[in-house]
């Protein structure tokens, strides 16, 4: 019996990448043409989420402040999820509802990126995020699932949303996470050059 859900977890993750990557490609096209144009106006990147989420906002800075598969400059890119003494002090003084949204307003300026990150959508401390970002003429790049929930209906028509088409957070965190590597991977090739391996 587990070998048969370890079988339909492969299968149903293989098709919903099957799926998923024509309609996801040109979102995230337009995220890594939205992102090279911050970065190479000297702007940054900052990343929020929860749980799942808040590991991939630190997968992905971990990899463009680091590498992702070449050897090249760091990339200004900030995980919003990591500075423990902020996230607690905002949670306890105030709520943790503005646990991302000070930190927008703190760190954000005009012209740089939010990589906003909810699987349904609605995770009330990342559209408060959203909604500080757009008040400092951030551009933002929602990546959801089920829908898209209320953060699909907050970003303007300069946003990327990247909605993965699943209901099930386990198959969209899957699909964020694949997304990540395609941020990357379009990133330092839009920056510097064609794949080091071709």
């Known amino acids: 019996m587990i070998n048969q859900r370890i079988l339909s977890h492969f299968h149903e993750s293989a098709e919903l990448k099957i799926q998923a990557a024509s309609l996801l490609a040109r979102p995230i096209e337009q995220a890594v043409e939205l992102m090279f144009s911050a970065l190479s106006n000297g702007n940054k990147i900052l990343a929020c989420g929860n749980g799942g989420s808040a590991a991939d906002c630190q997968h992905f800075s971990a990899q463009l402040v680091g590498r992702f598969e070449r050897e090249r400059l760091p990339l200004p890119v900030m995980?919003?999820?990591?500075?423990?003494?902020?996230?607690?002090?905002?949670?306890?003084?105030?709520?943790?509802?503005?646990?991302?949204?000070?930190?927008?307003?703190?760190?954000?300026?005009?012209?740089?990126?939010?990589?906003?990150?909810?699987?349904?959508?609605?995770?009330?401390?990342?559209?408060?995020?959203?909604?500080?970002?757009?008040?400092?003429?951030?551009?933002?790049?929602?990546?959801?699932?089920?829908?898209?929930?209320?953060?699909?209906?907050?970003?303007?028509?300069?946003?990327?949303?990247?909605?993965?088409?699943?209901?099930?957070?386990?198959?969209?965190?899957?699909?964020?996470?694949?997304?990540?590597?395609?941020?990357?991977?379009?990133?330092?090739?839009?920056?510097?050059?064609g794949d080091e391996n071709d």
Not at 179 to 190: E, K, N, P, R, Y
Request: net charge negative.
């Open 79 to 193: 995980a919003l999820t990591t500075d423990t003494s902020i996230l607690t002090a905002i949670g306890n003084d105030y709520s943790y509802q503005e646990i991302f949204s000070k930190q927008v307003q703190a760190f954000g300026q005009s012209g740089d990126v939010l990589l906003a990150l909810s699987t349904s959508g609605n995770s009330a401390n990342v559209i408060a995020a959203i909604e500080a970002a757009l008040e400092r003429d951030m551009r933002v790049v929602v990546m959801t699932g089920k829908g898209g929930g209320a953060m699909a209906k907050l970003i303007t028509d300069a946003d990327v949303h990247i909605c993965v088409p699943h209901d099930r957070t386990v198959r969209i965190q899957e699909i964020h996470l694949l997304t990540i590597h395609c941020l990357c991977d379009g990133i330092d090739v839009a920056l510097f050059g």
